[in-house]
């Protein structure tokens, strides 16, 4: 199917692009269909990954895998996106050999897939719990005595039996509450790497593995450091669990997007097959099935309408709130509501390629992938936690050497201290949790963002170019105006105009039909009688309807024919100069009116560009079309720079020329004719209505076809990098400030050291904070418009 571009007057492909995404969803679909062998692309659920670390690890190890093309990790999910040709065991057994336990779901669908990760993450989350339960249980009784009664010292027989026994009971805290951490580290070690698991058992292994000397042989320790630390293995390893776990529901909310646009697409569908209903699940309905949709029913898959009148609410699609009216031809998204009629339409895409599925597999996608500065998180982790086993060392040496006594009992609570403030599990939760809120928050207005790359850039845009046509503009000559100059009024005028029209595929004609059939008067074109049809090149056309002789067209031909315009030419100038397309309509030689077509401004795109003109960019409109449309439209918009005359070809050099100035160029236009200049860009937005999305022209696709959506883009984009950055910021600066602070560098002044027991209670909630900052996105709305 093809339309002709109003500017250029040349037909637009959209058979070409609809094709080539066709194409694009085939092969997803037979990728996410492949066995287990091989896969073009799979997901693996990570079991063991504590930090940001690990993050950089996993990949690694996937990526060093033959066939392996990517593989992106989303920390926050602990799950895994690998894309290439590999055998699935070939995965698991990377990812085991980098120390972690790797996983396929088993999930037939992302419904079923999502409903498995919750069940995981809850059952966690209890033996989280469970072990919390157990290790605060002995570590909060100890805390209190040691806070109460006094020193946790060993002199007596007596003192040593009883710690024993403590210390027995606090080993089987750490067996059974602290295991992962200790098997992780061993992992970790055993693969020449170091992570979060590292740090949390060398910091409770050797506060316990001193406190049994001291216990054993406290002899060999001076009498002043006969001190044991059971209560901080205790309370550290519980407080680390109640933080993991907080934070494990805390994550479990930022996958509502993705839940809400799943729970669209209805269970069943009604189908019609050999003259029968049959009500059958969604995964059996065929290509080219019919199905029928009642009142308030949702609609089960793509498809068009082939009976029936209804109005279709696409909100949750496309974030519209009005209601679309649908009819026959028209196109149906899954997921989307009818509101009235009782419809039949042909299932056009089902399964994995509806517009739905890929919605869904795209914020998948992009909450998966990391923005730059996320991956600057994973670089400082990486180097972060050897660096940090440096400085505890280093620490204990000091108070070893230069310490007051008992040196040795400083040197373990400071390198204690040291190791367990400093893990960077907050860090690595930064960037992923606020890219999944923001995806999510976006999909839900109707925003597709497609990499995290997008995401932060598109917050940086300086300059702004629109395309007119179809984007500023309706993209559609409407008739705008009809100047009634005779006897006739202008409902007989419309419809003598369109049934002298009906016959044409001119864009100005259709404009006139439709105007027409918008008032009612279908019937009457239809039954109206035309003859002796002429078309006169360049002046307009004429011919018989009813008995009545018409003449249709320019100034010219009603001059040719002598009939007397009066003032009626400076009121057509006036149109003109509105970027209206003035034509005059004669019947039976005597002047009747005059009809003037126009591609409109859409309602609400004066109001966007103003939103983005107030947020400090820079907007700019390219067209195709004539200077004095262009500079109409432009004035109209409120846009005071414009380029026209520009053909498709040259619309990638204006993008340039801009960047040359030292613009971040944002580049919004159908995604087709504009694909150059959108892939030029440093942002391209594709404007798209309905289900003919144009997804993989543009980084950013904007699902409805209103500017709103361009700046509710840019201002979730603004707010999510604006989130990350919070995030970075707490997570960082707590773990670079909160080490002196652990390594004593307060003592020598004010006498005070920092406990490991509070250490571990920081470290821990300082994950929670993370995630909860990020939640705070949820809240987020873009201006009101």
């Given at each position: 199917?093809?339309?002709?571009?109003?500017?250029?007057?040349k037909?637009?492909?959209?058979?070409?692009?609809?094709?080539?995404?066709?194409h694009?969803?085939?092969?997803?679909?037979?990728?996410?269909?492949?066995?287990?062998?091989?896969?073009?692309?799979?997901?693996?659920?990570?079991?063991?990954?504590?930090?940001?670390?690990?993050?950089?690890?996993?990949?690694?190890?996937?990526?060093?895998?033959?066939?392996?093309?990517?593989?992106?990790?989303?920390?926050?999910?602990?799950?895994?996106?690998?894309?290439?040709?590999?055998?699935?065991?070939?995965?698991?057994?990377?990812?085991?050999?980098?120390?972690?336990?790797?996983?396929?779901?088993?999930?037939?669908?992302?419904?079923?897939?999502?409903?498995?990760?919750?069940?995981?993450?809850?059952?966690?989350?209890?033996?989280?719990?469970?072990?919390?339960?157990?290790?605060?249980?002995?570590?909060?009784?100890?805390?209190?005595?040691?806070?109460?009664?006094?020193?946790?010292?060993?002199?007596?027989?007596?003192?040593?039996?009883?710690?024993?026994?403590?210390?027995?009971?606090?080993?089987?805290?750490?067996?059974?509450?602290?295991?992962?951490?200790f098997?992780?580290?061993w992992?970790?070690?055993?693969?020449?790497s170091?992570?979060?698991?590292?740090l949390?058992?060398l910091?409770?292994?050797?506060?316990?593995?001193?406190?049994?000397?001291?216990?054993?042989?406290?002899?060999?320790?001076?009498?002043?450091?006969?001190?044991?630390?059971?209560?901080?293995?205790?309370?550290?390893?519980g407080?680390?669990?109640?933080?993991?776990?907080?934070?494990?529901?805390?994550?479990?909310?930022?996958?509502?997007?993705?839940?809400?646009?799943?729970?669209?697409q209805?269970?069943?569908?009604?189908v019609?097959?050999?003259?029968?209903?049959?009500?059958?699940?969604?995964d059996?309905?065929?290509?080219?099935?019919?199905?029928?949709?009642?009142?308030?029913?949702?609609?089960?898959?793509?498809?068009?309408?082939?009976?029936?009148?209804?109005a279709?609410?696409?909100s949750?699609l496309?974030?519209?709130?009005?209601?679309?009216?649908?009819?026959?031809?028209?196109?149906?998204?899954?997921?989307?509501?009818?509101?009235?009629?009782?419809?039949?339409?042909?299932?056009?895409?089902?399964?994995?390629?509806?517009?739905?599925?890929?919605?869904?597999?795209?914020?998948?996608?992009?909450?998966?992938?990391?923005?730059?500065?996320?991956?600057?998180?994973?670089?400082?982790?990486?180097?972060?936690?050897?660096?940090?086993?440096?400085i505890?060392?280093?620490?204990?040496?000091?108070?070893l050497?230069f310490?007051?006594?008992?040196?040795?009992?400083?040197?373990?609570?400071?390198?204690?201290?040291v190791?367990?403030?400093?893990?960077?599990c907050?860090?690595?939760?930064?960037?992923?949790?606020?890219?999944?809120?923001?995806?999510?928050?976006?999909?839900?207005?109707?925003?597709?963002?497609?990499?995290?790359?997008?995401?932060?850039?598109?917050?940086?845009?300086?300059?702004?170019?629109?395309?007119?046509?179809?984007?500023?503009?309706?993209?559609?000559?409407?008739?705008?105006?009809?100047?009634?100059?005779?006897k006739?009024?202008?409902?007989?005028?419309?419809?003598?105009?369109?049934?002298?029209?009906?016959?044409s595929?001119?864009?100005?004609?259709?404009?006139?039909?439709?105007?027409?059939?918008?008032?009612?008067?279908?019937?009457?074109?239809?039954?109206?009688?035309?003859?002796?049809?002429?078309?006169?090149?360049?002046?307009?056309?004429?011919?018989?309807v009813?008995?009545?002789?018409?003449?249709?067209g320019?100034?010219?031909?009603?001059?040719?024919?002598?009939?007397?315009?009066?003032?009626?030419?400076?009121?057509?100038?006036?149109?003109?100069?509105d970027?209206?397309?003035?034509?005059?309509?004669?019947?039976?030689?005597?002047?009747?009116?005059?009809?003037?077509?126009?591609?409109?401004?859409?309602?609400?795109?004066?109001?966007?560009?103003?939103?983005?003109?107030?947020?400090?960019?820079?907007?700019?409109?390219?067209?195709?079309?004539?200077?004095?449309?262009a500079?109409?439209v432009?004035?109209?918009?409120?846009?005071?720079?414009?380029?026209?005359?520009?053909?498709?070809?040259?619309?990638?050099?204006?993008?340039?020329?801009?960047?040359?100035?030292?613009?971040?160029?944002?580049?919004?236009?159908?995604?087709?004719?504009?694909?150059?200049?959108?892939?030029?860009?440093?942002?391209?937005?594709?404007?798209?209505?309905?289900?003919?999305?144009?997804?993989?022209?543009?980084?950013?696709?904007?699902?409805?076809?209103?500017?709103?959506?361009?700046?509710?883009?840019?201002?979730?984009?603004?707010?999510?990098?604006?989130?990350?950055?919070?995030?970075?910021?707490?997570?960082?600066?707590?773990?670079?400030?909160?080490?002196?602070f652990?390594?004593?560098?307060?003592?020598?002044?004010?006498?005070?050291?920092?406990?490991?027991?509070?250490?571990?209670?920081?470290?821990?909630?300082?994950?929670?904070?993370?995630?909860?900052?990020?939640?705070?996105?949820?809240?987020?709305?873009?201006?009101?418009?």
């Amino acid at each position: 199917m093809s339309s002709v571009n109003t500017e250029s007057g040349k037909p637009e492909c959209h058979g070409d692009a609809e094709s080539r995404i066709h194409h694009h969803r085939h092969n997803n679909a037979s990728g996410h269909q492949a066995n287990t062998d091989s896969t073009e692309h799979q997901d693996l659920i990570i079991e063991g990954a504590g930090c940001a670390s690990c993050v950089g690890k996993i990949e690694s190890a996937l990526k060093q895998v033959t066939g392996v093309t990517a593989a992106e990790m989303n920390f926050a999910q602990r799950t895994v996106s690998v894309t290439g040709n590999a055998a699935v065991a070939e995965l698991i057994n990377a990812v085991e050999k980098a120390g972690y336990n790797a996983k396929v779901s088993t999930a037939e669908n992302d419904e079923d897939a999502l409903d498995e990760k919750e069940k995981a993450d809850w059952a966690y989350y209890k033996k989280l719990m469970r072990e919390m339960t157990i290790a605060l249980s002995l570590g909060v009784p100890l805390m209190i005595y040691s806070v109460t009664v006094g020193e946790m010292t060993v002199g007596t027989t007596g003192e040593r039996i009883a710690w024993l026994i403590v210390g027995l009971l606090t080993l089987g805290v750490m067996v059974f509450s602290g295991k992962h951490f200790f098997v992780g580290a061993w992992q970790s070690f055993k693969n020449h790497s170091a992570n979060m698991d590292t740090l949390i058992a060398l910091g409770t292994g050797t506060a316990w593995v001193y406190s049994m000397v001291v216990v054993f042989v406290p002899e060999m320790v001076p009498e002043m450091a006969r001190h044991v630390y059971f209560e901080a293995s205790a309370m550290i390893i519980g407080l680390i669990d109640l933080g993991l776990a907080l934070e494990l529901k805390a994550r479990g909310r930022t996958s509502e997007a993705i839940k809400r646009l799943i729970g669209l697409q209805p269970k069943t569908a009604r189908v019609v097959r050999d003259n029968k209903e049959l009500d059958i699940a969604i995964d059996q309905v065929l290509l080219n099935d019919v199905v029928r949709v009642r009142p308030g029913e949702k609609i089960p898959v793509d498809g068009e309408v082939i009976e029936g009148h209804t109005a279709i609410d696409e909100s949750m699609l496309t974030g519209e709130p009005m209601p679309v009216e649908k009819a026959v031809g028209d196109t149906l998204a899954a997921g989307t509501i009818n509101k009235t009629g009782s419809i039949l339409f042909k299932a056009t895409r089902v399964g994995k390629d509806t517009a739905l599925a890929q919605i869904i597999n795209m914020v998948k996608r992009a909450q998966n992938s990391k923005p730059p500065i996320g991956r600057l998180a994973d670089v400082i982790s990486a180097y972060f936690v050897p660096v940090v086993m440096i400085i505890a060392v280093s620490s204990a040496l000091v108070w070893l050497n230069f310490g007051p006594d008992p040196a040795v009992a400083y040197a373990i609570v400071s390198a204690t201290t040291v190791l367990i403030i400093a893990c960077p599990c907050a860090l690595g939760l930064a960037t992923p949790m606020s890219v999944m809120v923001g995806v999510g928050k976006a999909a839900e207005a109707g925003v597709l963002i497609r990499n995290g790359e997008a995401l932060q850039t598109a917050s940086k845009i300086t300059a702004m170019i629109l395309d007119k046509t179809g984007t500023i503009t309706l993209g559609a000559p409407k008739v705008t105006d009809v100047i009634i100059a005779g006897k006739y009024d202008e409902q007989t005028v419309l419809q003598l105009a369109a049934t002298l029209e009906s016959g044409s595929e001119h864009p100005l004609a259709m404009a006139i039909v439709e105007s027409a059939q918008e008032r009612n008067l279908q019937r009457d074109i239809e039954t109206g009688k035309v003859s002796n049809f002429n078309a006169i090149a360049g002046h307009g056309v004429e011919a018989e309807v009813d008995g009545k002789t018409l003449l249709f067209g320019n100034e010219k031909l009603m001059r040719e024919r002598g009939i007397d315009l009066g003032n009626f030419v400076e009121k057509a100038q006036v149109l003109a100069a509105d970027a209206k397309t003035p034509m005059y309509f004669a019947i039976d030689n005597i002047f009747a009116a005059i009809i003037a077509v126009a591609d409109p401004i859409k309602d609400d795109s004066i109001a966007a560009i103003k939103r983005l003109q107030h947020s400090g960019i820079r907007v700019v409109m390219l067209t195709g079309d004539n200077r004095d449309t262009a500079k109409a439209v432009a004035n109209k918009a409120g846009i005071t720079e414009f380029f026209a005359e520009v053909l498709p070809e040259e619309k990638s050099k204006k993008v340039q020329e801009l960047q040359m100035q030292g613009e971040i160029v944002g580049m919004t236009g159908d995604g087709i004719n504009d694909a150059p200049a959108l892939a030029i860009a440093n942002v391209g937005f594709a404007i798209g209505t309905g289900t003919d999305v144009a997804i993989e022209s543009a980084d950013i696709t904007l699902m409805r076809g209103s500017l709103h959506g361009l700046a509710d883009a840019i201002a979730v984009s603004k707010a999510t990098l604006r989130n990350i950055k919070q995030n970075l910021f707490g997570a960082f600066i707590y773990n670079a400030a909160g080490v002196p602070f652990a390594a004593g560098v307060l003592y020598p002044f004010f006498g005070l050291l920092l406990s490991p027991v509070i250490a571990g209670a920081a470290m821990a909630f300082s994950s929670l904070t993370v995630v909860s900052n990020a939640n705070r996105l949820r809240l987020f709305k873009a201006q009101e418009h």
